[in-house]
Nanobody, 124 residues
Framework: QVQLVESGGGLVQAGGSLRLSCAASGRSSSRQVMAWFRQAPGKEREFVAAVNWSGDRTKYADSVKGRFTISRDNAKNALYLQMNSLNPDDTAIYYC?????????????????WGQGTQVTVSS
């Protein structure tokens, strides 16, 4: 019902910036909340940021607060993650996800649809 495709990952030096994008298709009612998660090698998938449909509510993991900004453009069916002041601990595969509910959940099990992920590597 919902397809999500991430782009924008790559290799960047510490202190640099990247902007991730997620192209969404399918029922908009199934994408009330959209979020970014990430998974580093050998670690569990963790919450990064979430945003509601209108974009006026956001939630961030403490580790990225003040450095990352999540936004969405519903007219373009797009989700974004602006990442600044990157450090090697941000190295991971970043996943775009969506859920039909209205709460800005932080647990992967609460999300219904997932993209394939995009690799972000930050060198020191």
């Amino acid at each position: 019902q919902v397809q999500l495709v991430e782009s924008g990952g790559g290799l960047v030096q510490a202190g640099g910036s990247l902007r991730l994008s997620c192209a969404a298709s399918g029922r908009s009612s199934s994408r009330q909340v959209m979020a970014w998660f990430r998974q580093a090698p050998g670690k569990e998938r963790e919450f990064v940021a979430a945003v509601n449909w209108s974009g006026d509510r956001t939630k961030y993991a403490d580790s990225v607060k003040g450095r990352f900004t999540i936004s969405r453009d519903n007219a373009k069916n797009a989700l974004y993650l602006q990442m600044n002041s990157l450090n090697p601990d941000d190295t991971a595969i970043y996943y775009c996800t969506a859920r039909a509910g209205y709460a800005l959940e932080i647990w992967p099990s609460q999300y219904d649809y997932w993209g394939q992920g995009t690799q972000v590597t930050v060198s020191s």
